[in-house]
């Protein structure tokens, strides 16, 4: 029954993060496009996700600690490494099975974060040149000795009105 308990948490845990890549994948999407109601809209919806997630994650733990109890392990750590080493046939099986998929899911998840991280920077450094071009420097608008010079230099003229 325990086990049965910890794997529909590990279900939920999956489902969650699944919809957390569609969301990864609408804010790459929404990134590119550069629809910034759309990337509101999904940063909205991601920090929903999130919080469901943590208290999932509070439940997995839970279900881990009383199936560790049942198993009359103590619960050194409350992974599902550690659980694993004490279950064997079947359940083995499908715990392993689901903690791969929630690895894979959440590598896929990284991955897609790290090339949205990479198209915000590129967007940044973009705007800051665009600005940097747009903006005239400090030196534009100081005067200094040179130009003081060049100034006295052009009202000279190579025609001599005098002579």
Known sequence: MLIQELTRRLQDLIDLHQQLLFI?????ESLIKQDIKILQAAVKDESKIV???QLSEENRVKAVKALLHSLQVSPVEDTLSYILE????E?????????HELA?????????????QQLIQDALQYVHLSLD????SAEDFQYNA????LEKSSSYSTFDSKA
Not at 24 to 28: D, F, I, N, R
Not at 86 to 89: I, P, S
Not at 91 to 99: H, W
């Open 24 to 28: 990864a994948e609408k804010k790459k």
């Open 51 to 53: 919080r469901r997630i």
């Open 86 to 89: 004490h279950v064997n046939g």
């Open 91 to 99: 359940e083995k099986a499908v715990l392993t099975e689901l903690t």
């Open 104 to 116: 894979d899911t959440l590598s896929i998840i990284k991955m897609i974060n790290d090339q949205n």
């Open 133 to 136: 071009l747009l903006t005239p």
């Open 146 to 149: 040179k130009h003081q010079e």
